[in-house]
T-cell receptor, first 115, second 115 residues
Framework: ETGVTQSPTHLIKTRGQQVTLRCSSQ?????VSWYQQALGQGPQFIFQ???????GRGNFPPRFSGLQFPNYSSELNVNALELDDSALYLC??????????????FGSGTRLTVV | AQSVTQPDIHITVSEGASLELRCNYS??????LFWYVQSPGQGLQLLLK??????LVQGIKGFEAEFKRSQSSFNLRKPSVHWSDAAEYFC?????????????FGSGTQLTVLP
């Protein structure tokens, strides 16, 4: 059973640029959530995808967007990068079958630095 | 709005000593409760969770936590700490209803273990 894989592990971008982060779900999982973890803080919920649709969103602006693909992998896109977007971005997958599950498996994250 | 408070930013204990990490939450109704651990450069690993039933929950690595409804607390304990327990610990809550089971995390407690 493979875990959650995120790529790249580290990334440096310039303010104003756009970035795409990728996540491969754990085998058998059909739901993906993304979290932002700023330095010294706990993770904050960005959004969740289920059946290729956004299924809940935290307090993040529209320049944070995502996709979920038929194989349940996912992308997080951030446009017009700001310095405050520098953080560890965590992907978590889980299985949802109508009765909700909190069986999240987290990836190791992508460390994004905006300069 | 829901919130999680971990009042201790940093705790230092000697190896073999007991440990208690505090967590208080503010929520409209009793949420689901979790403790996660994060080692440097790693994602989050679930230590234990409380959904219902016995308020004393056993987890992995010898950890346990006690849910106290009257105090809105979910403190994590371990009777004898090992050097490998040095990491950051996050308490989290999640809703019992709603389609997106997003987690709200505390800001974490950094644990240092002295030899």
């Amino acid at each position: 059973e493979t875990g959650v894989t995120q790529s790249p592990t580290h990334l440096i971008k310039t303010r104003g640029q756009q970035v795409t982060l990728r996540c491969s779900s754990q085998s058998g999982h059909n739901t993906v959530s993304w979290y932002q973890q700023a330095l010294g803080q706990g993770p904050q919920f960005i959004f969740q995808y289920y059946r290729e649709e956004e299924n809940g969103r935290g307090n993040f602006p529209p320049r944070f967007s995502g996709l979920q693909f038929p194989n349940y992998s996912s992308e997080l896109n951030v446009n017009a990068l700001e310095l405050d977007d520098s953080a560890l971005y965590l992907c978590a997958s889980s299985f949802r079958d109508g009765t909700e599950s909190y069986g999240y498996t987290f990836g190791s994250g992508t460390r994004l630095t905006v300069v | 709005a829901q919130s999680v408070t971990q009042p201790d930013i940093h705790i230092t204990v000697s190896e073999g000593a007991s440990l208690e990490l505090r967590c208080n939450y503010s929520y409209g109704a009793t949420p689901y409760l979790f403790w996660y651990v994060q080692s440097p450069g790693q994602g989050l690993q679930l230590l234990l969770k409380y959904f219902s039933g016995d308020t004393l929950v056993q987890g992995i690595k010898g950890f346990e936590a006690e849910f106290k409804r009257s105090q809105s607390s979910f403190n994590l304990r371990k009777p004898s700490v090992h050097w490998s327990d040095a990491a950051e610990y996050f308490c989290a809550v999640g809703p019992r209803a709603g389609s997106a089971r997003q987690l709200t995390f505390g800001s974490g407690t950094q644990l240092t273990v002295l030899p």
